[in-house]
């Protein structure tokens, strides 16, 4: 007998079937048993006599028969809840020791630690693992937005030769007898290929040795980067985003309504068009709003993105805003300084729900203007020796922008920390479990 999954029982009624999943609860009453099974498709129950003792979580094969339950038992929150299995045989595929804590309730109320040391376990519970559907539709979504663009995707490397953008947030790795680094962006990559499929797209792993725990950040993180080549200005960067995050929320909706629910999550709100402000302009808005005078800070703080985030939502309607015209020299080498006031490049950053979700913007294509750019921010060539062959053979007016996976799915669901949005966080204190200091 081929194995049946459960949301295919459903219109079964009468049938004999043969169900695999997990237990997911347990209670006997004596001789009657009542399991609750799971698999990738939803939880059954499941009635009998006599069965062999089974904990939760345990791995299991059921044969029985599809009965309708009494009406008085119908369970609405399932989509099985008109029907149970008659179990006639069961079989422990693979027994679960004694769980640690409960897995049958709502939520997993325990501290964030103690939910990442029993990953493997918790990663089961239901509002885990709707977590990474929604996650997963995102990056999906990502994808087929960009595709329907006529976009290629690529895979760039983990591993580079030099730190192009700057920063001593990087991770030296040793490499044979070299020593090399973690990508902190695929950006050079994505760049060059615009030079031979004019529009790329990639779902990287990134790297960031940012010495800090927040609780929006990651030392390795999911990038989806996006680049295309013949753009008229940054605006065109600005509007390709808007499309993508719009087919993004669009996804979401429709395919993860059920994941939305658990965590009473609603997306984020947005006016017909994104707002857009430049740097300056939010700036004057937050001390016109809080006194805090940040007009000539080069960057806005996190304070002042939930206090920008705050103004769109009440001022635009919209829980989304670009952000434009970022300090050039805070910039990496490759920005498009604006003509008109060259202080100030032609950069963008999307701002959702009080916290930055991607940067992008307009880059230089001019091969002489890369160079003069190289030796101002104290690069050496020879570290980016292919992004600037690429350059030198032309390159069209270029742009782009990445988009960070975890904070969308983090800001969509509400989680608390961005932990919550990552299967398995890497951070200063963690690499699956918890790092303790080597004494000599």
């Given at each position: 007998m081929e194995r049946a999954l459960i949301n295919e029982t459903i219109p079964r009624l009468g049938e004999k079937v043969r169900l695999e999943g997990w237990i997911n609860t347990v209670r006997d009453h004596g001789k009657i048993t009542f399991l609750d099974l799971r698999d990738r498709t939803g939880i059954i129950q499941c009635i009998g006599q006599n069965l062999p003792k089974v904990s939760p979580e345990s791995a299991v094969e059921i044969i029985g028969l599809i009965k309708a339950r009494p009406e008085k038992l119908v369970n609405p929150k399932l989509s099985t809840g008109k029907i149970e299995i008659e179990i006639q045989d069961l079989k422990i595929l693979s027994p679960a020791a004694e769980l640690p804590f409960d897995m049958g309730q709502e939520d997993l109320n325990m501290e964030l630690p103690v939910l990442l040391d029993y990953r493997s376990l918790t990663l089961?519970?239901?509002?885990?693992?709707?977590?990474?559907?929604?996650?997963?539709?995102?990056?999906?979504?990502?994808?087929?937005?960009?595709?329907?663009?006529?976009?290629?995707?690529?895979?760039?490397?983990?591993?580079?030769?030099?730190?192009?953008?700057?920063?001593?947030?990087?991770?030296?790795?040793?490499?044979?007898?070299?020593?090399?680094?973690?990508?902190?962006?695929?950006?050079?990559?994505?760049s060059l290929l615009v030079g031979i499929f004019e529009r790329v797209f990639s779902v990287n792993h990134i790297f960031r040795a940012e010495p800090s725990v927040t609780t929006r950040h990651l030392t390795e993180a999911t990038s989806l980067?996006?680049?295309?080549?013949?753009?008229?200005?940054?605006?065109?960067?600005?509007?390709?985003?808007?499309?993508?995050?719009?087919?993004?929320?669009?996804?979401?909706?429709?395919?993860?309504?059920?994941?939305?629910?658990?965590?009473?999550?609603?997306?984020?709100?947005?006016?017909?068009?994104?707002?857009?402000?430049?740097?300056?302009?939010?700036?004057?808005?937050?001390?016109?709003?809080?006194?805090?005078?940040?007009?000539?800070?080069?960057?806005?703080?996190?304070?002042?993105?939930?206090?920008?985030?705050?103004?769109?939502?009440?001022?635009?309607?919209?829980?989304?805003?670009?952000?434009?015209?970022?300090?050039?020299?805070?910039?990496?080498?490759?920005?498009?300084?604006?003509?008109?006031?060259?202080?100030?490049?032609?950069?963008?950053?999307?701002?959702?729900?009080?916290?930055?979700?991607?940067?992008?913007?307009?880059?230089?294509?001019?091969?002489?203007?890369?160079?003069?750019?190289?030796?101002?921010?104290?690069?050496?060539?020879?570290?980016?020796?292919?992004?600037?062959?690429?350059?030198?053979?032309g390159i069209p007016p270029l742009g782009g922008f990445a988009l960070g996976a975890e904070r969308i799915t983090m800001h969509i669901l509400g989680l608390k920390n961005i932990r919550e949005a990552s299967l398995f966080p890497r951070d200063m204190e963690r690499v699956d479990i918890r790092l303790t200091s080597k004494k000599e």
């Open positions: 089961r519970h239901k509002k885990q693992r709707a977590i990474f559907k929604v996650q997963a539709a995102i990056i999906q979504a990502f994808r087929e937005a960009l595709i329907k663009k006529d976009f290629t995707e690529f895979q760039a490397p983990s591993i580079i030769s030099a730190v192009p953008e700057g920063g001593a947030e990087v991770f030296k790795v040793k490499y044979f007898d070299y020593e090399v680094y973690l990508s902190q962006s695929p950006q050079l990559y994505k980067d996006a680049e295309f080549g013949f753009i008229d200005s940054w605006q065109d960067v600005q509007d390709l985003e808007e499309y993508v995050v719009r087919y993004i929320f669009s996804e979401v909706q429709s395919k993860c309504s059920e994941e939305l629910a658990l965590f009473n999550a609603t997306l984020p709100k947005m006016a017909e068009k994104i707002p857009v402000i430049k740097l300056r302009e939010a700036q004057e808005i937050i001390f016109t709003r809080t006194g805090r005078d940040i007009r000539q800070e080069k960057d806005l703080a996190p304070e002042d993105e939930r206090e920008i985030c705050l103004w769109a939502a009440e001022e635009k309607g919209s829980d989304l805003i670009f952000v434009s015209h970022f300090v050039t020299k805070k910039k990496p080498f490759y920005v498009y300084p604006d003509p008109e006031d060259p202080t100030y490049a032609f950069s963008v950053d999307l701002l959702g729900r009080g916290v930055e979700w991607s940067s992008g913007g307009q880059r230089l294509n001019n091969y002489q203007d890369i160079l003069k750019n190289v030796k101002e921010w104290g690069l050496k060539e020879e570290d980016i020796a292919l992004y600037l062959q690429s350059f030198k053979y």
